[in-house]
């Protein structure tokens, strides 16, 4: 069954990589909604939808392909953490609705363009709460029995499911905020260079709360990041994140506008990376691992030409379309 | 909540949800086809009206494909939020066609919409073309995956069951093309071009009415027109074929959909109307054809039929649903004919852009075809109930163990969502189509969107960034 085995550990890491990628296409999508309060004026906001209307979409599909890609490689994880996550999945879905909607409609009226503002940075608030709120819910652990989830339908709402929950919106609105830095220029451009400091203060504030918390959840968690010989592989994530911040902060200062929002997402990298360490081999953690719910074999061999020949198809194609719409977003331009 | 069970909860929850998202690509499919074509016409022609069009119906587009995204991520969630029984077990078998639509379809549609809508002045016409025709063709490639997908729980095939209680593949082409799959294909793919047309029609009919001259809805009604004379007669026979299949595969579909509670030894009456009753088992105040059932069904007039008196009563659909949604999509199949051949016979008389009784009739039949799919569909979900996996998988055994406060309180919060975001989407097209296209018309981006700067580091990055 070795075959089998590799299949799996293969799935594992293709469906965290499309997670992944969402987390790096949408996250920032979902940080100009949640930072969009902050810029109140009707240009501005003209802007800041601008950078992202031709690409929205497509950021959006990797999370359509982590939940479909889940329910065919590994129905039982589907199975069992969907119902356990109902109410912020739920959340989500509905945060996702008002926020896309609101990039079509906000151009289709003026009377009420500021519902639809609303809508947009309210959809993009409750859909990052809800994403880091569910992440935190699967780290804590859900109730099995058997092949179900046996649990309430408030179970994933703890103090640390909240923490992550907010943690996850400050860290989407910093990688909003530099993208801007990239796409944006004048008034605009300084006013990001300015609250990214904020945020990225908040951002490691918040990876210190949340690395220091998930240890206490289980002696397990524990065990994987502080025994020896582990911490020889554990300790370098730590260092790294301490070494790209410090190259964020120096970027910021010196307002280049390319690197910061390329650092933002190295953060993101090592802070997944951690969780990765934090829960592998499991995909419900303490219950479930990835070999007890992977799908037959023979679900798994089916897709993977597909995912090998087409996911680089695809980002091919992606880049083509951020190429075609690369540079800077100007106040007197807009798409619509 | 509403005095229902949790199961009928997520029924209701998944069938609200999914009737409100057929809307976007039952209209998206056809209408991702069309502006392929128009834009054919523009490159072939040189003509600026097949532009105008084009650009016109490119701003609709926008719109209800973006509602088409929406409420599409919903259902992709949903099967494993409120049917995660179903999930565990028909997951290996159904999640790899969804995960294939999703990298074969979604992605082109996704990765080209963006360059569709507003990179026409970036790119250049015969690379804004390729995008048009790359999303048209996802739209497609996306029908062939779900519709499989549905088709395999209607009609299963190529599969076994493992000791987990799991349907696994043997054969994936079996799996993939199973019975029903060509039938339903065929027959929501041509349902997708007809609502389209019928959409394009009543906003050229609507314009004609007020001057017959003007000569992008002239362009729009006849293509129009000359789509539902084609594909409305071509639709009633592969709904027949599609019936004949699900005879073969699903008689007890066919018993509700015909109202046929008692079996008949030698001809079956085609009913056209009556009242089923559900618990008694029977047709109230039916009226039917006598043995045309049986003509219709098996092409013999006294071919025996067996009726829902043969089916134990724990198998039987909801009866009246079923029988009531199939008329009504029958009746307006009917009428789409009826439109498409006095169009035809306007036409031969060279009265299509005047005769106001036809524009009349052709905006009253506009939003015919949205009716009529999600009455097609009513039709075949309701009658392969009380199954998720047709025989195999009952639908009360498929469900989340959710308590029904939970259910009922996210059922509510779609309701209310939905019809929001409906109202205010339907009001933005109804504007949209309110004018004429005109000349010079506009498309999404009117202006070039982004400072022309030229390649900048940064931009190298995000290329480098995204392609690595």
Request: charged content about 10%.
């Amino acid at each position: 069954m070795s075959v089998a085995v590799d299949l799996a550990t293969l799935w594992a890491f293709i469906i965290a990589l499309a997670v992944f990628i969402y987390v790096v296409m949408d996250g920032f999508d979902l940080g100009l909604g949640i930072l969009f309060p902050l810029f109140p004026g009707k240009q501005d906001r003209d802007v800041i939808t601008n950078t992202v209307a031709p690409v929205w979409d497509g950021n959006e599909t990797w999370l359509v392909l982590g939940g479909g890609g889940l329910m065919a490689a590994f129905p039982l994880a589907y199975a069992i953490l969907l119902p356990a996550l109902y109410a912020p999945l739920i959340a989500m879905l509905i945060g996702l609705i008002f926020r896309g909607v609101a990039f079509e409609f906000r151009w289709r009226t003026r009377s009420t363009r500021n519902l639809w503002d609303i809508a947009f940075a309210g959809g993009s608030w409750v859909a990052a709460l809800a994403q880091g709120i569910a992440l935190g819910a699967i780290l804590q652990g859900v109730h099995v029995e058997g092949r179900h989830y046996a649990g309430g339908w408030w179970d994933w709402l703890t103090p640390f499911s909240i923490l992550t929950g907010v943690s996850l919106v400050v860290g989407y609105a910093l990688l909003g905020a530099t993208w801007l830095i990239l796409k944006t220029e004048g008034d605009l451009r300084d006013k990001a260079y300015r609250i990214s400091w904020i945020l990225l203060v908040l951002m490691l504030l918040a990876i210190a709360a949340v690395s220091l918390a998930t240890p206490l959840l289980t002696i397990q968690y524990a065990q994987r990041w502080f025994s020896w010989p582990a911490i020889i592989l554990t300790a370098p994530v730590p260092l790294a994140v301490i070494g790209v911040t410090v190259l964020l902060m120096k970027n910021l200062a010196q307002k280049h506008d390319g690197w910061p929002f390329f650092l933002t997402l190295a953060l993101f990298f090592l802070s997944y990376a951690g969780l990765g360490i934090s829960m592998y081999p499991f995909i419900v953690p303490q219950s479930i691992t990835i070999w007890q719910a992977a799908a037959p074999e023979r679900s798994q061999l089916m897709m993977l030409p597909g995912v090998l020949v087409l996911v680089p198809l695809i980002l091919g194609y992606t880049a083509w379309a951020y190429w075609v719409f690369r540079g800077k977003v100007g106040h007197d331009a807009g798409y619509h | 909540m509403f005095g229902l069970d949790a199961v009928e909860l997520a029924r209701a929850q998944f069938a609200f949800t999914v009737t409100f998202h057929i809307i976007f690509p039952a209209f998206s499919i056809g209408l991702a086809s069309y502006l392929a074509v128009l834009e054919a016409l523009w490159l072939w022609t040189g003509r600026d009206v097949y532009l105008n069009v084009f650009n016109y119906w490119l701003k609709i587009f926008a719109i209800a494909f973006a509602m088409g995204v929406v409420s599409g991520i919903v259902m992709s969630y949903q099967f494993g939020t409120n049917w995660s029984v179903y999930s565990d077990k028909v997951g290996p078998v159904i999640g790899p066609l969804m995960a294939y639509e999703v990298l074969t379809a979604f992605f082109l549609e996704a990765g080209f919409l963006g360059v569709m809508l507003f990179g026409l002045k970036r790119v250049g016409p015969k690379l804004h073309f390729l995008a048009t025709l790359m999303v048209a063709v996802g739209t497609l490639i996306s029908a062939f995956w779900i519709l499989s997908a549905n088709s395999w729980m209607q009609t299963p095939a190529g599969y076994a069951v493992n000791a987990d209680g799991q349907f696994v593949s043997v054969d994936w082409l079996k799996v993939i093309f199973n019975p029903s799959f060509p039938y339903r294909l065929v027959h929501m793919v041509l349902a997708a071009y007809l609502t389209t047309s019928l959409v394009v029609g009543a906003v050229g009919a609507w314009h004609l009415l007020r001057n017959p001259h003007l000569p992008g809805p002239r362009v729009m009604f006849s293509m129009a027109m000359w789509m539902a004379a084609l594909v409305a007669p071509l639709q009633i026979l592969v709904g027949d074929q599609h019936g004949l299949n699900t005879l073969e595969h699903q008689p007890v579909k066919i018993m509700a959909m015909e109202g046929h509670f008692e079996s008949h030894k030698d001809g079956a009456p085609l009913y056209l109307f009556g009242w089923p009753d559900q618990a008694k088992g029977e047709l109230k105040w039916a009226i039917g054809i006598p043995k045309f059932g049986s003509l219709i069904l098996k092409h013999q007039i006294d071919a025996p039929m067996a009726g829902l008196d043969t089916v134990p009563r724990q198998d039987w659909p909801p009866v009246p649903i079923t029988f009531w949604s199939f008329r009504i999509m029958v009746g307006l199949g009917m009428l789409m004919l009826a439109l498409g051949l006095f169009s035809l016979w306007e036409r031969w008389r060279g009265r299509l852009y005047i005769n106001r009784g036809l524009h009349r009739f052709a905006i009253a039949m506009g939003p015919a075809g949205f009716v009529a799919v999600i009455a097609g569909w009513v039709t075949t979900e309701t009658g392969r109930q009380p199954f998720t996996v047709y025989g195999l998988l009952r639908t009360a055994d498929s469900v989340s163990p959710l308590a029904a406060p939970a259910v009922g309180a996210s059922l509510l919060a779609f309701i209310i969502v939905y019809f929001i975001i409906f109202a205010a989407g339907v009001l933005y097209i109804l504007r949209l189509m309110a004018e004429p296209p005109h000349a010079g018309e506009a498309g999404p981006s009117s202006e070039p969107p982004l400072r022309s700067a030229g390649v900048t580091p940064a931009a190298g990055v995000v290329q480098g960034a995204i392609g690595s």
